[in-house]
């Protein structure tokens, strides 16, 4: 399954809502995750199963969809989420990620 | 504290072999899933194998298969990924990670040069 990633950059303020949306070749089944990369660090998972928020996660990000489209929502962008988001399926082998997406501020 | 710590990267030519070592800390491996996700410099993430519980099933990306081997051991609490046949393409960042569907936490990684 591929997995396209939009849009591949974006720049946003403080507070501002941002929306990340991933587009599966075929049908995930909704066996779909979003990771966090910040600069020159390691991922950090952050939504698995769609829209359930890994322990630690702040509640300002959430996620949603189903069968070919997904989405990672930032309510209320801060400093601090600064970074690379990756969707990810584990729906059939080989699993995949998509080609991420930078968040500036 | 859950940790994962990679070794064994380093620079090798084409066609040379490398052997990669994961080892946990503050969890037991043998009841988890493991996998191995590469990064290629400035590039996204690509996930490369992992294996079950009990060394009985892995499963790998097509491009590595035959070149590459993830294994465990339960009793060091360590996963490897045995590379041979290495290729410039290999060039990346490997990280190991617990899980098979959703992968936390993830080592610091370990940098991995084909080059002539």
């Known amino acids: 399954i591929q997995l396209t990633q939009s849009p591949s950059s974006l720049s946003a303020s403080v507070g501002e809502r941002v929306t990340i949306t991933c587009r599966a070749s075929?049908?995930?089944?909704?066996?779909v995750g979003w990771y966090q990369q910040r600069p020159g660090t390691t991922p950090k998972l952050l939504i698995y199963?769609?829209?359930t928020l890994e322990s630690g996660v702040p509640s300002r990000f959430s996620g949603s969809g189903s069968g070919t489209d997904y989405t990672l929502t930032i309510t209320s962008l801060q400093p601090e989420d600064s970074a690379i988001y990756y969707c990810?399926?584990?729906?059939?082998?080989?699993?995949?990620f998509g080609g991420g997406s930078k968040v500036e501020i | 504290e859950v940790q994962l710590v990679e070794s064994g990267g380093g620079l090798v030519q084409p066609g040379e072999s490398l052997r990669l070592s994961c080892i946990a800390s503050?969890?037991?491996?043998?009841?988890?899933?493991m996998t191995w996700v590469r990064q290629a410099p400035g590039r996204g993430l690509e996930w490369v194998a992992n294996?079950?519980?009990?060394?009985?099933?892995?499963y790998s990306l097509d491009s590595v298969k035959g070149r590459f081997t993830v294994s465990r051991d339960n009793a060091k609490n360590s996963v490897y990924l045995q590379m041979s046949a290495l290729r410039a393409a290999d060039t990346a960042v490997y990280y190991c990670?617990?899980?098979?569907?959703?992968?936390?936490?993830w080592g610091q990684g370990t940098l991995v040069t084909v080059s002539s």
């Open positions: 990670a617990r899980g098979v569907r959703w992968f936390d936490p």
């Open positions: 503050g969890f037991n491996i043998s009841t988890h899933y």
């Open positions: 294996i079950n519980q009990d060394a009985t099933e892995t």
């Open positions: 075929q049908d995930a089944k909704s066996a």
């Open positions: 199963d769609v829209s």
């Open positions: 990810h399926q584990f729906n059939n082998y080989p699993l995949t």
